[in-house]
């Protein structure tokens, strides 16, 4: 496990992971340009939901780099990458079991968004979340589960469109699970 946390904290590991996640985050907010041009301005911020978790470990390994913590953005992170990493591959996992076609695409998004929930997870170590910090993340992800299925600003997968009640029931549980994680880690954390 030793072995483990160095590679994590080895600086080259880290620009190596912080320019992953720059270019998947703007591939991210390319792969919304449809959905982000119908959609209305007032909504905008919570459309791209996996890119801007993304963005939220960006700002999280800068600061690692700058060895500083920036504790809010990694509860934000924490929360989102878990939640949308787990909610794109059982949503492409899906789209396979109704259509019966997986995709270099597909295949490409269940890898990255995997690799999503777990970079967060595996970070949490050095994480220096406090219970406010949780409190706005929980906030955050809640109210964009609102945005999505309420105003219906989820993202797109036409095949699934039947579905979107259970999605969203899934999805607001997933939310659940992605903030019990978070203060595990905040609390494990605090005993430490």
């Given at each position: 496990?030793?072995?483990?946390?160095?590679?994590?904290?080895?600086?080259?590991?880290?620009?190596?992971?912080?320019?992953?996640?720059?270019?998947?985050?703007?591939?991210?907010?390319?792969?919304y340009g449809n959905q982000l041009a119908q959609?209305?301005?007032?909504f905008l911020l919570f459309v791209p939901d996996s890119p801007t978790a993304s963005l939220f470990f960006v700002i999280v390994l800068i600061g690692f780099l700058l060895k500083r913590n920036f504790s809010l953005f990694e509860a934000l992170a924490t929360v989102t990458l878990f939640k949308y990493g787990v909610w794109a591959v059982v949503m492409n996992l899906l789209v396979y079991k109704v259509t019966?076609?997986?995709?270099?695409?597909?295949?490409?998004?269940?890898a990255s968004h995997a690799a999503m929930a777990i970079q967060g997870i595996l970070y949490a170590p050095f994480y220096t979340i406090k219970m406010w910090h949780l409190v706005v993340a929980a906030i955050w992800t809640l109210h964009n589960d609102i945005i999505d299925y309420v105003f219906f600003m989820?993202?797109?997968y036409r095949a699934l469109d039947e579905f979107i009640p259970q999605i969203g029931y899934f999805t607001f549980w997933?939310?659940?699970?992605?903030?019990?994680?978070?203060?595990?880690?905040?609390?494990?954390?605090?005993?430490?």
């Open positions: 496990m030793n072995w483990l946390l160095y590679v994590l904290k080895d600086r080259r590991f880290l620009w190596l992971l912080l320019i992953v996640n720059v270019l998947g985050t703007i591939y991210g907010y390319i792969w959609t209305p301005g007032k019966g076609v997986m995709d270099p695409v597909m295949l490409m998004l269940v989820m993202p797109r997933l939310s659940i699970l992605s903030i019990a994680i978070t203060y595990f880690f905040c609390k494990w954390r605090q005993k430490k």
